[in-house]
Each structure stands twice: as C-alpha cells, then as structure tokens.
C-alpha cells in the first residue's frame, strides 16, 4: 500500500501546482514577458492596434456579454509592458482627460458591448456601453457618451445592466 500512498501524494501535489497555476491573474504577469509567453497561457488576444512606436495595443475582452477585459502595449521587440485589467472604475477614469475620439477610446478599452443612441433632439448622442463590475461587485454598465456625431467623447457615467434586471435571466 506504500505506492497508493506515494501515487495520492504526487497527485495531491500535482492538482494544488494546477490549481495554483490557475489562480495566476495576468496581472501578475511580469512586465517584459513575452507575448507569445503570454498568449501560450491566456490565449490570443482578441482585439488589437497598432501604436506610433511600431508597437501595438492588445486586449483580452469578453465583451459583448462578459465584465473583464486586460490590455497591454506590446514593444516592437514582442514584450509586454504590463497587462492592467480595463473595465474598472478607476481606468474608466482616464476619460476624463485628453480628447477621447472612437478609435481611441476602442484601443483603451477594446470594442463596447453595445453601441446605441440616447437623448431627444439636439441632445441626442451615440453611446457605447462597456459591461463591468462597478466597485467590483454591481453587475454595471458603462455609459460612454460619444457626442450628437460619434467622433468625440462628452461624458461617461456608470447604470445598471438591464440584462442583469430581466427576471427570467435569474430563473433559467
């Protein structure tokens, strides 16, 4: 019975190393990896540009329907800076300053989940709407105004998600 003993053990240990393995976040990620390093763990990414410096932005985002996007820049020598996740509060921030224009704000924060128009008459704008977790817990919706145009950011606040308040969501 001493191998069953030993086998349980390595196979204890081998499962804890997976589950550690998997508990890593990729923000935990050195900056300097690799990208390919980084796409053997995590995957591709699923949205890029390109940046003035040669390099280029990438995003991991599970919009339309997910809450969690990461992004990184990429170097021309294929390293990451660092991955920071996106569809926080406090990066939603970074909107308040600068002149924000659509292709911009997508290589920021990826595509929105939705794009839709709100307002009456001259008040009238596009709205993109990036899913989250506002404070980390409140299934949210990111409201970000892009003018009666849709070339330029004016304003961007936080509602609730109205896929979230549809009752038969919760009884499936």
């Excluded at 390293?79 to 997508?106: K, Q």
């Excluded at 009456?120 to 977790?133: A, M």
Aim: charged share 20%.
């Amino acid at each position: 019975m001493p191998t069953c003993n030993k086998v349980a053990r390595y196979s204890a240990a081998a499962a804890l190393a997976a589950l550690l393995a998997a508990c890593t976040s990729m923000e935990q990620l050195p900056p300097g990896t690799p990208l390919a390093q980084v796409e053997t763990q995590y995957g591709r990414p699923n949205f890029e540009c390109p940046l003035a410096n040669g390099g280029r932005r990438v995003i991991w985002t599970q919009q339309p329907l997910g809450q969690y996007a990461w992004g990184a820049n990429v170097g021309p020598d294929g390293r990451v800076d660092r991955i920071v996740p996106l569809l926080t509060d406090e990066h939603f921030r970074v909107l308040d300053t600068g002149n924000w224009t659509p292709d911009r704000v997508r290589c920021e924060f990826g595509p929105p989940a939705e794009i839709t128009e709100a307002g009456l008459g001259e008040k009238r704008e596009v709205v993109w709407s990036y899913r989250y977790k506002e404070n980390s817990v409140w299934n949210s919706l990111m409201y970000v105004y892009m003018g009666r145009q849709g070339d330029h950011v004016t304003h961007h606040h936080p509602g609730p998600d109205p896929m979230y308040d549809d009752e038969r969501f919760f009884w499936r």
